[in-house]
């Protein structure tokens, strides 16, 4: 069931196109998360959603019904704000029994609710403190529960991790995905992070420039992205100039220069001379000692010129006959090693056809 | 470290001294048993009490806080609603029209609203004009206090309290007014004393029939600075002390800049 349409909303400030044209469908009980560089226009439209901003045009659909001139406090939507927007005046239960009480709920009622929110947020000694007394990863959670305390029809999240350090970001993650299975409410979550958007969302919308680049789940559009930039932005991915030389119904054939005729997987809507980039992801590449057997016949002579050791990986940046450099990533887990390979090693690189693809430009 | 902390203490003492020194001889010499201002003689409450009896200065004290209470209230009430417009409404020329009385000088500010109320109004000079007066100049310093503690919040709570299920008059009775209470309580304080005291423009706005606080007792020092002007002085000090220490007990952030 499609719980929110966004159908072909535009928002100019100025000259400027902060959101263009963009239509999407998000479902019932979704986690839907929009992605994309700081200026892309997703808080934007966020902002619209849930009632700040007025679209220039464009409908705002619930459940079929435009909403474009409902107010903030009449949409069924709470939104948890980046910087949390606790009232600072207010303990940390008022501030989870504020829903509540402006939808006019009695004081009895609202403790019940709001000892029980407290009590699901890990926070139960902590309903008669002040914002300012709590932790970042308490105001976080003091957030989502006054989000959630009286079961909207959709959570609105923007950016709600941003200010978290890195180990408490990892926790709360895990934390998020139950909360939004157990609570059953839809989510639109904003983000920049794209691990963050892999490991939490149904599906993504990458956004970038106002418009939407493309909307899929986390695997499809890690593996198959549809232009380059989406390729970019998510993830690492080597890209070699091409041009398409052959197109059949299986697969394409590229020359790429220097490395002569590659073989990919068939694409929609790719002419012969199309030009672009063959693409590959950094852990698809494999690199052996020069001496090994390798079966498969897509196979170059690289060298190696430098790594980078992050711990469980290590990157090595390995220069091609064409004199272009590419990157591959292997795990180290093999005990007590840091690197296979050393810088100067001959190595022989190889790919297999099905994991690299062909981006037009 | 050591040394720079030791010039920091002398340095503080040295201006509360310079501060404070004056105020305390004044209070000092409204109980001497004296008519100058010279010399310690004894304790007397003589000052206070010929103070007691005079009429004219009973009447002026009594003009002052009515006028003190209303402005304040006024300009509260105005200042209040100005701060909020020129936080919410980005226009540029909106902070310099309420701002402008603040740093106008006095004088100009008196003789221009003397012409404006004899001139333009028509109106008979007495309390009604020193009330408007005095409001006009209040407006602006409530304003500033007022934006001010506005600006050094965030948005979004204002946002946050819409999206959450609060109509807009909701979200002023639970969200602004308690946030702004402290910078309003300040204004208010600050409108009322700023008030009481001011001569210039009471004196260009008054005309010739009641009599004010302020130039009572400038009238009475053209004789002679009698310890009775000490007395005044001292009560009024009084009531300015006691006006800030009821703010401080209703809200213990009124004195301090950061939000609770």
Same mark, same amino acid.
């Given at each position: 069931m499609i719980l929110i349409e966004i159908r072909n909303v535009t928002k100019r400030f100025g000259d400027f196109i902060a959101v263009d044209n963009v239509s999407i469908e998000i479902q019932a009980g979704e986690f839907f998360t929009i992605l !994309?560089? %700081? !200026?892309? !226009?997703k808080t934007t439209l966020l902002r619209m959603i849930a009632g700040f901003d007025a679209p220039d045009s464009g409908q705002i659909l619930l459940e079929g019904k435009d909403?474009? /001139?409902?107010p903030p406090e009449r949409r069924p939507f709470h939104t948890v704000f980046q910087s949390y927007a606790l009232f600072p005046h207010m303990t940390v239960a008022d501030n989870i029994g504020f829903p509540l009480k402006m939808s006019g709920k009695t004081r009895h009622e609202i403790m019940t609710l709001v000892t029980k929110a407290l009590e699901e947020v890990e926070l139960s000694q902590f309903g008669?403190?002040?914002? $300012?007394? @709590?932790s970042g990863g308490q105001k976080q959670r003091v957030a989502f529960a006054r989000g959630l305390i009286n079961q909207p029809r959709l959570l609105l999240l923007d950016?709600?991790? !941003?200010?978290? /350090?890195e180990k408490l970001r990892e926790n709360m993650q895990r934390e998020l995905i139950n909360l939004q299975a157990e609570a059953g409410v839809t989510f639109i979550y904003i983000t920049h992070a794209q691990n963050e958007a892999l490991a939490l969302s149904h599906r993504i919308a990458i956004m970038n420039q106002g418009k939407i680049e493309q909307v899929d789940e986390p695997a499809r559009i890690y593996n198959f992205p549809m232009n380059r930039f989406v390729a970019d932005f998510i993830g690492k991915i080597n890209m070699l100039d091409a041009s398409v030389i052959e197109v059949s119904s299986s697969h394409l054939k590229l020359r790429v220069t220097g490395l002569g005729e590659i073989t990919v997987p068939a694409k929609a809507c790719i002419k012969i001379n199309d030009r672009g980039v063959l693409a590959v992801r950094p852990e698809q590449i494999r690199i052996a000692p020069e001496a090994s057997e390798m079966n498969t016949g897509l196979q170059f002579i690289g060298k190696i010129k430098g790594f980078f050791y992050i711990g469980d990986v290590t990157t090595y940046n390995v220069e091609l006959p064409n004199n272009t450099w590419i990157e591959a990533l292997l795990p180290? %887990?093999?005990?007590? $090693?840091?690197? @296979?390979f050393e810088i100067g090693d001959t190595v022989v690189v190889s790919w297999s056809e099905q994991s690299a693809q062909f981006l037009p430009n | 470290m050591q040394r720079r902390m030791t010039l920091l203490w002398i340095a503080s003492i040295l201006v509360y001294t310079f501060l404070y020194i004056p105020l305390i001889i004044v209070v000092i010499f409204s109980f001497n048993n004296s008519k100058l201002n010279a010399e310690w003689v004894g304790f007397t409450l003589h000052w206070y009490q010929t103070l007691f009896h005079n009429h004219e200065m009973l009447l002026a004290a009594r003009n002052s806080l009515i006028i003190a209470i209303s402005a304040s209230t006024l300009a509260t009430l105005l200042g209040t609603m100005a701060g909020l417009a020129i936080h919410r409404y980005k226009l540029k020329i909106l902070p310099i029209l309420a701002f402008t009385p603040v740093a106008m000088p006095e004088i100009l500010l008196g003789v221009s609203l003397l012409l404006f109320f004899l001139q333009v109004l028509n109106l008979t000079l007495g309390m009604f004009s020193i009330i408007i007066a005095h409001t006009t100049f209040c407006i602006g310093f409530v304003a500033i206090i007022v934006r001010a503690r506005l600006q050094g919040m965030d948005d979004l709570i204002f946002e946050a309290a819409r999206d959450l299920g609060a109509t807009p008059w909701q979200t002023f009775y639970h969200i602004t007014l308690p946030l702004i209470r402290p910078a309003i309580i300040a204004g208010a304080l600050m409108s009322f004393t700023l008030s009481i005291d001011d001569f210039v423009i009471t004196f260009f706005t008054k005309g010739v029939g009641e009599p004010i606080l302020p130039i009572q007792i400038y009238t009475m020092i053209k004789v002679a600075i009698t310890p009775e002007v000490n007395a005044v002085s001292t009560l009024l000090m009084l009531l300015t002390l006691t006006l800030i220490f009821v703010a401080t007990r209703f809200d213990t952030s009124v004195l301090r800049s950061e939000s609770k």
């Open positions: !994309g560089p %700081s !200026g892309c !226009g909403i474009i /001139d409902v008669n403190r002040y914002p $300012h007394e @709590l950016e709600p991790l !941003g200010a978290l /350090d180290n %887990s093999e005990p007590g $090693h840091a690197k @296979l | -």
